[in-house]
């Protein structure tokens, strides 16, 4: 085995620079020396140790640090290229300090530690300018530029995103080129620079390999939307079809997915809804085969945005349902795993108890058999089982005890269950109620007046037209409506931060009360559940102290310390007596302690009368 090893290392030593260390592995690429589980499970770290020289340990570190990230073991990997790092600067080989740098960067990435990441490439980036290496100075600058995208700051990003362009093409690093001049079209695209989106865009498909046909379809995709639908149509046709094109040539259905639902921007244009509503219908059937959730979420909102303008009453209610129905089953998928969860904590409870049942009877047992052989001792002998049996009763009043405190948490916990889902009930009767009693009713009197149109003449026709015009209009203001109470569309396409100020935007513009923001930034990069839960109990608290509290200023404010975040929300108002939360009638309390406790966190409500109230929350990121 160590011989394997030693040759293994021996052939990347031969190529110390970075750039070369690649291809000494290619050779080796059709061999089972790439089988990153045979790495695993065949050298471990006791094996590195074993090796004569340092520089063969820390490429042994690197090997197998590559190999467990590549199995998602991002905490080892990280360990495992610190010990290189170390080595490495023991024997002061600046090379191969860049190089465990550089390794520490994927796993830190796919943890979502960008700090992280951008410290590890900023030193990195240190070392290759002392060095004078162009190359990896253009890699690091962009490895930087995309680490500050991640931590929300646009402007470095693209700072350092341009520079590694710049001196990537100076040095013909390719792959730097690419994939900067890719990122920096995708920043311009959000920042509504169109123009300078397209030319970087295409400047990184001259660069794509005329045979990766994946790359060009994600790629032509992408393109399209830099193209204003209703200045540049011909050229976002053209780049959808090749995105089609490219992608009828991957075994990848989700290249087709994705392309197909940049074609409905245009025949939405074209007012063609009924082929658009196909083709978003197409793709989502495609990702909800591939159970890809992201893509699904992302189907339904353009499938929605087509909706808008669908003409045909029934076209647009089914459609609204069809999305309901398709919300209510990713719904029941996550109830579901939670029963599964509850079901295996359920029986692994019953498996300890019998367990502890069965240990109880050996014990007992035994003791009955020692009181029979010893029952003519002496009284010290006596005594003695008497203290046994003593224990034993005070092991059973505690075993007791804890069973019963046991089965007091299991009925809190399913009492909070049975509240989440009388809260989704009441939000399903709510939106069913909206459809009723104010879509329902406005297109029952558009189909009237539309009906009564064939019987009509001159300025009468035109007075039943108009008013059934006025009629849809509000059916789609009704429709959005739904859809935001739904899932606010702020939330779900600018994130969480956006959302909550345009909320509390929203009711300052009132002008009844003074809501007060203060966020410490930066939160990085929070759980998409996490996120939308937050937002649902803020809006709860909210809503409570508006209704209730009289107050004329709320203040709330929300960080992130040592990986969980906090958040405080206090009013001037009238305040209330918190002992009756558990009495009170209605679900909004319930359905907040309830969120906050399948999230795992806490919560704690501070109220006197005449005095406001105060409410603080932590929740585990």
């Known amino acids: 085995m160590k011989f394997f090893l030693f040759l293994f290392l021996n052939i990347v030593i031969l190529n110390q620079a970075f750039g070369q260390f690649s291809k000494a592995m290619q050779p080796l690429h059709d061999s089972t020396l790439n089988n990153y589980n045979w790495v695993i499970q065949n050298f471990t770290e006791n094996d590195i140790e074993t090796l004569d020289s340092i520089n063969q340990k820390i490429q042994g570190y690197w090997i197998l640090g590559m190999a467990v990230a590549q199995n998602s073991d991002n905490s080892k990997a990280i360990a495992l290229y610190q010990k290189a790092l170390k080595l490495s600067i023991d024997i002061k080989d600046s090379t191969a300090i860049i190089k465990s740098y550089q390794g520490m960067g994927f796993p830190y990435f796919a943890l979502g530690k960008y700090a992280e990441v951008l410290q590890v490439h900023t030193k990195s980036l240190n070392i290759a300018e002392e060095l004078n290496d162009s190359s990896q100075m253009s890699l690091f600058l962009m490895s930087i530029g995309a680490a500050y995208y991640y931590l929300k700051n646009k402007e470095k990003c693209m700072e350092f995103q341009l520079e590694a362009l710049k001196l990537a093409t100076k040095v013909n690093n390719v792959e730097v080129v690419m994939k900067s001049s890719k990122n920096i079209s995708a920043v311009y695209s959000e920042m509504g620079k169109t123009d300078s989106a397209v030319k970087y865009m295409e400047y990184f498909i001259s660069y794509v390999k005329p045979n990766d046909y994946a790359q060009l379809s994600y790629s032509y995709a992408i393109l399209s939307v830099a193209y204003d639908v209703t200045k540049r149509f011909t050229q976002k046709k053209e780049a959808v079809d090749k995105s089609l094109y490219f992608a009828s040539k991957t075994s990848d259905k989700t290249n087709r997915a994705f392309a197909l639902l940049k074609r409905t921007e245009i025949y939405k244009y074209q007012k063609k809804i009924d082929s658009a509503l196909a083709d978003a219908d197409t793709a ?34 089914n459609g609204l349902k069809e999305i309901i129905s398709i919300k209510d089953t990713l719904y029941n998928l996550e109830v579901a795993d939670q029963v ?13 108890k019998e367990n502890l049942a069965l240990v109880k009877q050996n014990q007992f047992n035994k003791e009955e058999v020692v009181f029979q052989k010893r029952k003519n001792q002496t009284i010290l002998v006596v005594s003695f089982l008497v203290l046994c049996l003593l224990l034993l009763l005070v092991f059973i009043v505690v075993y007791r005890t804890r069973v019963n405190q046991r089965e007091e948490s299991s009925k809190i916990e399913k009492e909070r269950y049975k509240s989440v889902l009388a809260a989704e009930e009441k939000e399903r009767v709510r939106i069913a109620r909206e ?5 329902g009713q406005i297109l029952s009197t558009a189909k009237m007046h539309v009906s009564a149109i064939e019987n009509s003449k001159g300025a009468q026709m035109i007075n039943f037209i108009d008013n059934a015009s006025n009629l849809i209009d509000q059916a789609v203001v009704e429709v959005r409506a739904v859809s935001h109470n739904l899932m606010p569309a ?6 969480f931060k956006l959302a909550i100020e345009e909320l509390v935007e929203k009711i300052n513009d009132v002008g009844r009360v003074q809501v007060n923001l203060n966020l410490r930034e930066p939160f990085g990069e929070m759980p998409a559940n996490l996120e939308i839960t937050l937002y649902r109990i803020i809006q709860e608290i909210l809503n409570n102290a508006l209704k209730h509290s009289n107050a004329k200023s709320i203040d709330i404010g929300l960080k992130v310390q040592n990986n969980r975040l906090f958040l405080s929300i206090s009013d001037d108002g009238v305040g209330f007596d918190t002992t009756q939360i558990e009495q009170a009638k209605g679900i909004g309390w319930k359905n907040i302690f309830s969120r906050i406790s399948m999230l795992g966190g806490d919560i704690d409500v501070n109220s006197q009368k005449n005095m406001g109230s105060n409410i603080n929350i932590s929740l585990p990121i």
């Open 435 to 439: 459809l009723h009693d104010g879509l």
């Open 340 to 352: 599964a969860n509850y079901k295996t904590l359920y029986e692994t409870e019953k498996k300890e």
């Open 284 to 317: 989502l059937e495609i990702y909800r085969k591939g159970k890809l959730i992201d893509g699904i979420q992302y189907a339904i909102n353009i499938k929605n945005w087509v909706l808008e303008d669908a003409n045909n009453p029934d076209i647009l209610i």
């Open 490 to 495: 702020t939330l779900m396409k600018l994130g």
